[in-house]
């Protein structure tokens, strides 16, 4: 990465350089110890403390041998070994015959012969006969003639231990201060005998690490010397027989170059997290991370280098000193890189839990499932929070460290979670990715809490923002106590145009109305064709495809068919035609047979429309159909740009609207986002169709700034400012009126509230939503005026209102859904799970329901004895579908939204009973996609109402239902399937083929050959399942993680246990 900063520096030298500069040990003691294999509790942790004694060069990861394939090829080495204890044993003789010698020195002279005689070298390793002569007594002037000889034999450059191997090197220093210490406390008998002692750890420490047999040999051979030196055993025997029994020993099955690479990550992580500690410039190897993550970037996603302006952006003086950040850059322009570097550096290097808020579920998973691969490699967990799936508050992890992706929602009961427990201090990061988000609603004010809260509880945590339309950053950088960073890079040049008729123009802001004249368009229409076509879509569609991509923009879902149909009717089958085919045999098989008949007519013109109305698994197979190239031509929705990314050569907007309201800047730029393919195309393209009608609108639309992004806590009262309250005081944050409106100047609210709210203060405002809460018994205290503040009392939370902020339930349905609850109670039908689902139906979605009458008396009349008695219960009579049905006036007044939640309960009903989709939408004439959207809606509301009633005693028999329940609407497929479709980006189609294909647990799938899983898988390209493969691995490691800090949590000694009362283990 030329643009990313200093290359990454390794240190590695061959073995024979090592052994060669062994000699410089002084020079080397000042430098770092050598880098240790990091164990599996994760990265960063502490490098061991260095020895006290002088360092020596441990290169652990060599072989034993050196460079030579075995030590019997070398007969120098042996044959010194050899010669010099011929040596010895004479000098034994000669100082036999002297009286008292056998008490004081008699292996004086062997280990004089084994002192290490470089003339550069390190502190002697085998001083120890030169220590024992300290022992100095009259018989010492016999030994002076084989100190001189020894001297004379051993030449610096001669000396047998340079040429071993570190690995034994190693053992001499250990065994050279082992013996140090002993002479220090011990006679001169005993001296003789620690001798024997310490050639025996010699060999015994050689092979430390090999098998039980080897060791059983070295201690056999250690009893054998010191009992009975009269048979002399030779050296050169006892060093042979070690060093063939490590030979023979089974070596780990660990290659060394993978230890050699984990030994270079550990060292590299330990100096970037110093570099980082330190706030200093100096970034380290790669942007303070270790060189492995470079790697990594290339190996998953193909990125050699860094743009420009990510190399400024991580280089910031802001973040050095772990200030927080908001970025903004146009779409495409690679902003989600320089989070994920951030991301990594919290984890690996700071040591820090990390969340990371995205805005929809399919993102969530997507990143989830793109993440894995780096925690499986680099020795973290990723954990998903989307839908019903993730735990409150999350496992404390001892060993690892955690990166949790998660929705809006589910990031805020995240952060309640870890307020609640103390462990806010624990997040180092806060990335959000579409930060404008904050002005979108009720889903805005709920981003707005959970980064107010984190600004409010926690200053050690960063915050990083990003997003491609913001405008009012003043505002948020208030907020947020944020530095700006701003580019206008694009690696693709974007050409904006607008058609009007048969005139193309281009969007100037140099020109007075903002748009210049290009061209006309060149296309031969006929009559007929001019009527299918009067906004020449397909003269624009065909100057870019087959041979580029083209994505349409339409306003409604039917729109988006409508045009798919109408562009194939004009092409040619020219395009992959057997991709195609395999396409429609997948799309018929998540179906369970059924294919929807516009899909049929246009997937072999290479044609298709994305939208709402689809299945994720169709979605998600379209997706990748369209990535590879196979379709040339999507028909799309707006949510498309904001979803996944999907590039295009060229984006063409059918008409300025979504919907039918008119478009808003924000939403046009994230449309025309998609234009232009980075490495692909040398310039994207984008081109509206207007009428004439709308022709002033457009040009205030392309000439407009962005819209501004305000706060919506004061606009979403119930779920906004009431619940953020509601939550300040069960959180303990803020407990009374003064606290609480010290933390609202800290909010978007406050900031903004004087554009937002003219005529009341930001007190007033504070204070009328304590009252509501107050009234509604959430909580409970008294209210008192302004002036009465100094006195006021603290204000405290109510059961109900605890368990409505811990289940994350709506405040406007917390009454209603504690009244069902409590009614279910007196008489709940457990016989089938009607009456269940009909709980656990979201009140939101009844609000957009419109039954068909027919269809109701229809599933009305097919209900047995047990399910009628479930709809008397609820209160919806019989008669009352029955003269819906014919037509009939009705003068009895009937709770519309019980109506409509037992209707959609009987949607849920059948679902879980046929488990396929595509039957249930056509039972009750609803499209796929929200068939799906209401079973994912409904398992969500099913998990906040199992955290609602947790809370609450009385309700202690819903906790197992529930719990129960929530899995089977989550997956909604037979059982077996359900641990694959836990891997993040396996749906139910691809499980269904992993399962077939005997892939049938999470261990097989994490423990799987990707290479095999391509063979045997129909459609996985290498890359899903190299992803799929990392997925399982890592939700199996998590799993196996919570497991361990299950059992060291249990096995734990409490804290609060009286001294007396501890045993002492033996």
Known sequence: MEGGGPAVRRRSRSASARKRSRDRAQSRSACSPPARKRPSSGAG????????SPEYNNDSEEDMFGDYDSFSGNDSLLAQVDNMEQECIQSIDLTSCTKNMEDKATVEPAFGYLQLQNAKSKELIFSAAGNITGFRTEEENHLRITSEQENRTLEPGDCFLDDLPSSQLLCFEEMNKTSVDSRKSSGTKESANDMNSCLDKMLNQSSCHHNAEHTKINNELSLSTSSNLSKRKSLKDHLKNTMTGNAKAQTPQVSRTKQLKEAVLSEEICVAKKTIETSSVDIGPFYGLPSKVKDLLVQFRGIEKLYEWQHTCLTLESLQQRKNLIYSLPTSGGKTLVAEILILQELLCRQKDVLMVLPYVAIVQEKVWALSSFGIELGFLVEEYAGSKGRFPPIKRRMKKSLYIATIEKGHSLVNSLIETGRIGDLGLVVVDELHMLGEGSRGATLEMILAKILYTSKTTQIIGMSATLNNVGDLQQ????????????????????????????????AENGLTFSRLLNFKYSSNLQKMDPDHLIALVTEVIPNYSCLVFCPTKKNCENVAEMICKYLNKNHRENEKQDLIKDLKNIGKGSLCPVLKRTIPFGIAYHHSG??????????????AGVLCLLTCTSTLAAGVNLPARRVILRAPYVATEFLKKNQYKQMIGRAGRAGIDSA????????????HLVRDLVNSPLENCYSNLFLEFTKGIQSL???????????????????????????????????????????????????????????????EQKSQSNLEITQLGQATYKGSIDLAYCDALYRDLKKGLEGLVLESCLHLLYLTTPYDMTYHCRPDWMIYFRQFSQLNSVEQKVAAIVGVPESFITKKASGQAIKKDVDNCVINRLYLSFVLYALLKETNIWNVSEKFNMSRGYVQNLLNSAASFSSCMLHFCEELEEFWVYKALLTELTKRLTYCVKAELIPLM????????????????????????????PETLVKMIEH???????QIVSSAKMLLREKAEALQEEVEELLKVPTDTPEGLLTTLP
């Open 982 to 1009: 836990e891997v993040a980006g396996v749906l139910e189609s691809r499980a269904k083929q992993l399962y077939d294909s005997g892939y049938k647990t999470l261990a097989h799938l994490a423990n799987a050959d």
């Open 614 to 627: 689809l299945t994720s698994d169709e979605r998600k197979r379209i997706e990748e159909a369209y990535s």
């Open 725 to 787: 309250l509601l939550s300040l005081v069960g959180l303990k944050i803020a407990r009374n009126p003064e606290e609480i409106y010290h933390f609202m100047c800290g909010t978007l609210f406050g900031v903004q509230q004087q554009f937002l709210s003219k005529e009341k203060s930001l007190s007033a405002i504070t204070r009328e939503a304590l009252g509501c809460l107050i009234e509604k018994g959430l909580l409970k205290g008294k209210m008192t005026s302004e002036k």
């Open 45 to 52: 942790e502490e490098p061991q403390p260095a020895p006290s």
């Open 684 to 695: 994207g393209e984008s081109i509206l169709i207007v009428q004439e009608k709308d022709k």
């Open 1020 to 1026: 996985l390209s290498r890359h899903q399942a190299r």
């Open 479 to 510: 907020f947020l106590q944020a530095e700006y960073y701003t580019n206008n890079f694009r690696p693709v040049e974007l050409k904006e145009y607008v058609k009007i008729q048969d005139s193309i123009y281009e969007v100037d802001n140099k």
